[in-house]
């Protein structure tokens, strides 16, 4: 069975930091690219990174550049997302996705997503 | 960066008819649209990719249509578990972008 498995969420103060993890199974994880999309409560998604399948290239919107490193482990079959900076706005279920192809296409596996809570 | 735009915001339907999601992007992305189906308190599902693929698996009352900058989500004959928040998304360059979405709801 093809499935994606979110950790790392929690409570953490603005400017804090948090890693995300994401642990895949049933496919051949180096194949495809893998995404984080965030969903702030009561809102739409938003896409936030993406890594390729070589692990090479790495691409984030601009709210969270220099603050957010999306990162793979093709050998344990896991997604990271190391946030640091945190702000109040980052508040949100963080999902990881996988994509169909190895760069950017559709997501068509989701996890269960993951909370992160920027509080003081 | 592209910007997605989706219209209706909201729309009100009853089981049975057919509806139609409309999806702008702020400059042309080819075919590079996907759409998605999200449930309250459940991850997105993808529906449809490259504008007019139905993703496996998925009901053949889903269609997409369009290139360029505009698009269409339609449903030929609503199903109870079909009333829920859709959402397209480019995948034509990054940072990819979402449009904010259409909740569907039963009239």
């Known amino acids: 069975e093809v499935q994606l498995v979110e950790s790392g969420g929690g409570v953490v103060n603005p400017g804090g930091s948090l890693r995300l993890s994401c642990e895949a199974s049933?496919?051949?994880?180096?194949?495809?690219?893998m995404h984080w999309v965030r969903q702030a409560p009561g809102k739409g998604l938003e896409w936030v990174a993406v890594v390729f399948g070589n692990g090479a290239s790495k691409h984030y919107v601009d709210s969270v550049k220099g603050r957010f490193t999306i990162s793979r482990d093709n050998g344990r079959h896991s997604l990271y997302l190391q946030m640091n900076s945190l702000r109040i706005e980052d508040t949100a279920v963080y999902f990881c996705?996988?994509?169909?192809?190895?760069?950017?296409?559709?997501?068509?596996?989701w996890g269960q997503g993951t909370t992160v809570i920027v509080s003081s | 960066d592209i910007q997605m735009t989706q219209s209706p915001s909201s729309l009100s339907a009853s089981v049975g008819d057919r509806v139609t999601i409309t999806c702008r992007a702020s400059q042309p992305i080819s075919k590079k649209l996907n759409w998605y189906q999200q449930r309250p308190g459940k991850a997105p599902k993808l529906l449809i990719y490259?504008?007019?693929s139905l993703q496996s698996g998925v009901p053949s009352r889903f269609s997409g249509s369009g290139s360029g900058t505009e698009f269409t989500l339609s449903i030929s004959s609503l199903q109870p578990e079909d009333f829920a928040t859709y959402y397209c998304?480019?995948?034509?360059?990054?940072?990819?972008?979402f449009g904010q979405g259409t909740k569907l709801e039963i009239k």
């Open positions: 998304q480019q995948s034509y360059i990054t940072p990819s972008s």
């Open positions: 490259g504008a007019s």
């Open positions: 049933g496919f051949t994880f180096d194949d495809y690219g």
């Open positions: 996705a996988k994509d169909t192809l190895w760069n950017l296409n559709a997501m068509d596996v």
